[in-house]
């Protein structure tokens, strides 16, 4: 239990550290370049780790359900509102596909955190997330190379 406990709390910081990195560089305005989309990408790629970690958890009942339900709400948002800043941000020329790319990744990643949110005492469904949510974060790093 105290394990358990530890393991909660470490996640708790780490979404508030992801929180606070996130307002501290800004609120995803200005053109997108080579630089943001690689900054992007690399959000999107924590954001899919982070919710992987806690579809791990999740899949063996090594998190509450309220902390889960919380935390994969939290995330699951985070990549949403990436996901409609890139799609509606100005684009340097060049790389407007990578940033429309990963704009639909970021919504994808999104809807599988919604899932774990939805479902925080499902495990068998949380196992079944893990995978797609590490293969998005596979992804989004290959965008911020």
């Known amino acids: 239990m105290q394990i358990r406990a530890l393991l909660n709390r470490r996640a708790l910081g780490a979404s508030l550290l992801f929180l606070v990195c996130a307002f501290a ?3 995803n305005g200005g053109t997108v370049d080579d630089h943001a989309l690689k900054r992007d990408a690399e959000k999107v790629a924590s954001l899919a780790t982070e919710g992987g970690l806690l ?3 999740m899949s063996k009942g090594a998190s509450t359900k309220y902390f889960a339900r919380v935390h994969a709400k939290e995330l699951s948002q985070a990549a949403s ?3 409609d800043a890139l799609r509606s941000r100005p684009t340097s020329p060049g ?4 940033v429309r790319k990963l704009s639909r990744l970021a919504g994808r990643v999104s ?8 479902h925080p005492t499902d495990r068998a469904r949380a196992e ?4 797609p949510l590490s293969d998005r974060a596979d992804d989004a790093d ?3 190379k």
Do not use: F, V, Y
Request: charged share 30%; hydrophobic share 40%; aromatic share 0%.
């Open 142 to 144: 290959e965008l911020s």
């Open 95 to 98: 790389i407007e596909p990578d």
């Open 55 to 57: 579809a791990n958890d």
């Open 128 to 131: 079944r997330l893990e995978k």
């Open 111 to 118: 809807a599988l955190l919604e899932q774990l949110h939805l």
């Open 81 to 83: 509102d990436l996901a």
């Open 25 to 27: 560089t800004g609120c």
